[in-house]
């Protein structure tokens, strides 16, 4: 049989949507064994009729896919997993730039995320909530500045420091700085979650 045969094709993708749940390579390894099953199940000119009954024989991609999650095949969040939200977070307070490269390091390194998680978890989250910081520690201060002379009794004060438009662009920026990680990290743990949920 070919396995470009439309009933087939879409049998294969639905079992990859099933099987987002498992790892990577676990998730290659089901869908090229049930791929050569029905390759062999299926011979060349095989109806339409029989390949549903091997299909219906098989059972649905969600059937197979909660049979291979078990008790031996359960999908584990690791430790390294959850240090790398961390890190991702906190890294480059804790460790200026490398602890934020490291968890991004273990980030791609895990099965537990999609492509797309994975891109918002470095493009969105970049040093964390170092930024914040630093724009604390450098934000500028404003002051008075006051003037007088021996001829007249009256100070001329002015104000320093930036205006009060440039004042709500820093607020604003601030708090960008300090949602943008978060809202992410708790994707990516909510990600986490998920896998555990399938997985029990």
């Not at 998730?27 to 219906?56: F, K, N, Q």
Request: glycine share 10%; hydrophobic share 50%.
């Amino acid at each position: 049989m070919s396995t470009s045969q439309p009933l087939v094709d879409e049998y294969l993708r639905a079992l990859e949507r099933a099987a987002r749940s498992l790892s990577r390579a676990r998730r290659r390894d089901l869908t090229s064994e049930i791929r050569e099953h029905l390759r062999e199940a299926l011979p060349a000119g095989t109806s339409d009729a029989e390949v549903r009954t091997e299909l219906d024989r098989l059972g649905g991609p969600d059937e197979i896919v909660a049979a291979e999650v078990g008790p031996a095949g359960r999908v584990v969040v690791r430790g390294r997993d959850w240090a790398a939200v961390f890190l991702l977070l906190l890294g480059g307070i804790v460790l200026p730039l490398l602890g934020w490269v490291v968890g991004a390091v273990l980030l791609w390194a895990s099965s537990m995320w999609s492509v797309r998680q994975k891109l918002a978890g470095t493009l969105l989250l970049p040093g964390g909530l170092l930024p914040a910081v630093l724009g604390l520690l450098i934000a500028p201060t404003s002051g008075s500045l006051c003037t007088g002379s021996s001829t007249s009794p009256v100070e001329r004060c002015t104000s320093t420091g930036p205006s009060a438009y440039a004042q709500a662009g820093l607020i604003t920026l601030f708090v960008l700085a300090v949602a943008v990680p978060i809202v992410t990290a708790v994707v990516l743990v909510r990600g986490l979650r998920r896998a555990e949920t399938s997985a029990a």
